[in-house]
């Protein structure tokens, strides 16, 4: 089968990445007469992998060097009988080689488990993955043309909208498939990388390690995307961290190391809605009894109303003893009304009764 204009246009661009660290100052040569192609059309291809950082051209004619700043490979796999670890050996591996075991680890365990995802959860026919390796940055991105993990959430638990599905999907423990899935892989992966997005449809989900935050926007910077879903992973090559860091912040050791705490962004929840009703803190609270301790972050919420907080800090505690709700980043507008709905737990307490022998009841 005849190959695109697009795929031998990859070709020519892999050869030069592939040669340039060897042959500085050959490979342009090389690679006009490996394809037949003109040195103008070797210096358009030269131009665009500049421009994309991957290349660096230094001196002049005779003394033209073209040093290598990236590593890059691609490929489109039939998802079908598609093993993730055989992608990691054949396309990723051998781009990632000689890293430290830490970041290793980390670009193995988020490759493989979003691929993963594609396998079981997308729907696709395909999937498009690229591995990119440049002196400061590790990017790992898949993409496949399935349903959209948002509006597959959504429909798969009966949610309003796909941005209440990326509110669900940021609590960690949310998977369509809960036979053969945790939904514990994008959780994780996500708190791994340096910075983490997925694009679907019109929306744009993006973990920042740093921050550990999260930013919903209704499009992406950059990264376009038709159809299906977009995943980046990013992570400095020197990076310092490790695995068990992430494991350790969100699993217990006296419960066998199991995946009991997190983090919800309650900012995430309002939508631009002031945060007053039952009805909303119900969403905010829904399958938090999957942990046992979940610290609720109210950066970026100036106020909550007193129904809410209630049914958060008094009704829902007094329903799930089990289950530990601390508050954080809270303003002070909201830490008052927290304290409101925590004296009235108190207060609600019953008082013994005696009867008329003084023997309480």
């Given at each position: 089968m005849a190959?695109?204009?697009a ?6 661009r892999d ?12 490979v342009?040569?090389m690679?006009?007469?490996r ?8 210096n ?17 004619t005779q003394g ?26 054949s396309?990723a ?9 830490n970041?290793?680890?980390?670009c ?9 995802n594609?396998?079981d959860h997308?729907?696709?026919e395909?999937?498009?993955?690229e ?8 990017k ?7 349903v959209?993990i948002?509006?597959?959430?959504q ?9 209440h599905?990326i509110?669900e999907?940021?609590?960690?423990k ?7 899935h945790?939904?514990?892989g994008?959780?994780f ?17 993006r ?6 935050d999260?930013?919903v ?6 990264e376009p ?11 400095d ?10 494991f ?17 962004l309650?900012?995430?929840a309002?939508?631009g ?5 039952r ?5 905010i ?5 999957r942990?046992k301790?979940?610290?609720?972050d ?7 109303g ?7 800090f ?7 003893p089990?289950?530990s709700?601390?508050?954080?980043g809270?303003?002070?507008?909201v830490t ?13 307490s ?12």
């Amino acid at each position: 089968m005849a190959l695109t204009k697009a795929q031998k246009t990859q070709l020519v661009r892999d050869y030069i990445l592939a040669r340039a660290p060897e042959h500085p100052d050959k490979v342009a040569t090389m690679a006009g007469k490996r394809f037949s192609i003109t040195r103008q059309a070797v210096n358009r291809h030269v131009k665009a992998l500049v421009d994309d950082g991957l290349l660096r051209v230094e001196g002049r004619t005779q003394g033209t060097m073209y040093v290598a700043l990236a590593r890059k490979r691609e490929a489109t796999f039939l998802v079908a009988g598609l093993q993730e670890h055989e992608v990691w050996d054949s396309l990723a591996s051998p781009v990632l080689s000689d890293l430290n075991e830490n970041v290793d680890g980390i670009c193995h365990y988020g490759f493989t488990e979003m691929l993963n995802n594609v396998v079981d959860h997308s729907g696709s026919e395909n999937v498009f993955v690229e591995v990119i390796r440049k002196p400061k940055e590790i990017k790992i991105s898949l993409h496949d043309f399935g349903v959209g993990i948002f509006d597959k959430i959504q429909r798969g638990y009966g949610l309003e909208n796909k941005r209440h599905a990326i509110f669900e999907l940021t609590k960690g423990k949310l998977t369509t498939d809960p036979e053969r899935h945790t939904g514990e892989g994008i959780f994780f992966t996500s708190r791994m990388f340096d910075s983490f997005a997925i694009l679907s449809g019109h929306l744009y989900l993006r973990h920042v390690r740093e921050q550990d935050d999260w930013l919903v926007a209704d499009e992406a910077p950059s990264e376009p995307v038709s159809g299906g879903t977009h995943v980046v992973l990013k992570i400095d090559p020197n990076s310092t961290h490790t695995q068990n860091e992430v494991f350790d912040r969100y699993q217990s050791e006296q419960d066998d190391y199991a995946f009991n705490r997190t983090r919800v962004l309650v900012g995430l929840a309002h939508q631009g809605e002031a945060l007053v009703s039952r009805s909303q803190a119900k969403r905010i609270l829904s399958r938090l009894e999957r942990f046992k301790e979940v610290v609720l972050d109210f950066s970026h919420v100036p106020e909550i109303g007193p129904s809410f907080a209630d049914e958060i800090f008094r009704v829902y505690r007094d329903s799930h003893p089990l289950v530990s709700i601390v508050p954080m980043g809270a303003s002070e507008a909201v830490t008052r009304m927290i304290r409101r709905a925590q004296s009235a737990e108190t207060a609600a307490s019953p008082s013994p009764s005696f009867g008329p022998n003084g023997i309480e009841k």
